[in-house]
């Protein structure tokens, strides 16, 4: 069984910074694409960033230069470094992570609130 956990979120003010963490673990064979997404009450889950497993990484335009997405394949371990926070980044944020064979896992989600 695979499971998603991911970990750092919290309540930052404005301008702050947070570490998001998500770890995958279960049967895995390897690891492809894996990203954070947020959604809001009543909203869309929209994605945040994208990293392959390369390493080539995307962004929502809103997060560009603010946000940053790596990744440990060691860990089995992906992270979003989050600075410069605004209140608008207030979600809640969703580890995903597509597993060779297995396909696609999602973590519970984590609540990131920035106070203004």
């Known amino acids: 069984q695979v499971q998603l956990v991911e970990s750092g979120g919290g309540l930052v003010q404005a301008g702050g910074s947070l570490r998001l963490s998500c770890a995958v673990s279960g049967s895995i064979f390897s690891i492809n694409d894996m990203g954070w997404y947020r959604q809001a009450p009543g909203k869309q889950r929209d994605v945040v960033a994208s990293i392959t497993s390369g390493g080539t990484t995307n962004y929502a335009d809103s997060v560009k230069g603010r946000f940053t997405i790596s990744r440990d394949n060691a860990k089995n371990t992906v992270y979003l470094q989050m600075n410069s926070l605004k209140p608008e980044d207030t979600d809640i944020y969703y580890c995903?992570?597509?597993?060779?064979?297995?396909?696609?896992?999602w973590g519970r989600g984590i609540q990131v609130t920035v106070s203004s």
């Open positions: 995903h992570a597509n597993l060779k064979v297995v396909g696609n896992y």
